[in-house]
């Protein structure tokens, strides 16, 4: 371990999928996926609704275990008290008056924190995602934005080296998305937080990706961005041709996968 808390090593492995299947009752969802998440990469999960990113992301955060094969996590991960998690939306009660505090707090939920300790980190969180000194403020009174920074903080208080954020800018205009991706760019680059996207926005993966994992009929194609996300595997998965600026990693010129059901 190093100063800051975190596995010592710029390429600990964090999470270990070998040859895992995942289902539910009598269905597999997943078969046979292997990947391994390394200390500051930057994963994006994608594919169309319904081939099983959610499923994955279950078994990450122990709520689907595995039907075979081996998921292995860091030390510093067991009872995912380091694994962070950003969810699309999670308001609270609106007829309950919540402040912001409160709302980044309920992140320590299953930790053993000393009061102390709790107003130091709730502090930190605010302050990593530039919503310092409103914790005492109303959380309706918050914009889009700045409520899916909120969502982050809300992970951050945790102190994760693990970060999964599902459809972070879905909703978003192009300024608070901007915002948003400028933030988690800046705690990968900073303090080597790894997170892993779920995503439908092709585009985000070419710009910001260091690995990719493709979902397709049950499988599952992880590796390096350049070896994974490429327009032949793109179109195998989404079904029609999918364009990349000079054949690499670019703009996407042809939009992704059509709305439908999650698994």
């Not at 710029?10 to 046979?32: E, K, M, N, Q, S």
């Not at 989404?238 to 709305?259: H, I, K, N």
Request: glycine fraction near 12%; hydrophobic fraction near 40%.
């Amino acid at each position: 371990m190093n100063a800051a808390g975190a596995p010592s090593g710029d390429t600990a492995v964090l999470v270990a999928f070998d040859g895992v299947t995942l289902g539910y009752g009598t269905r597999i969802v997943l078969r046979d996926v292997r990947l391994d998440v390394r200390r500051g990469e930057r994963w994006f999960l994608l594919g169309p609704n319904g081939e099983g990113k959610s499923t994955l992301i279950r078994a990450l955060l122990g709520s689907l275990p595995p039907r075979s094969g081996r998921l292995a996590t860091h030390p510093e991960l067991e009872g995912y008290r380091r694994i962070g998690f950003v969810p699309q939306r999670c308001d609270p009660n609106p007829s309950m008056a919540t402040t912001l505090g409160e709302f980044v707090e309920l992140g320590l939920t299953g930790l053993r924190v000393p009061r102390g300790e709790r107003r130091e980190r709730l502090a930190e969180a605010l302050k990593r995602v530039g919503l310092e000194g409103r914790a005492k403020g109303d959380y309706w009174s918050l914009s889009g934005g700045q409520r899916q920074r909120a969502l982050l903080a809300r992970a951050l208080i945790r102190r994760p080296l693990l970060l999964v954020v599902d459809e972070p800018t879905n909703g978003l205009d192009w300024a608070a998305e901007a915002a948003l991706l400028e933030t988690l760019g800046r705690l990968n680059r900073e303090e080597c937080l790894t997170p892993i996207f779920v995503t439908h926005h092709l585009a985000l993966a070419l710009r910001h990706a260091t690995h990719a994992a493709l979902f397709h009929e049950g499988t599952v194609r992880a590796g390096p961005a350049g070896e994974i996300v490429t327009a032949a595997n793109l179109e195998r998965v989404y079904g029609r041709p999918v364009e990349l600026e000079g054949g690499r990693l670019g703009a996407v010129r042809t939009a992704e996968a059509s709305p439908g059901g999650r698994a």
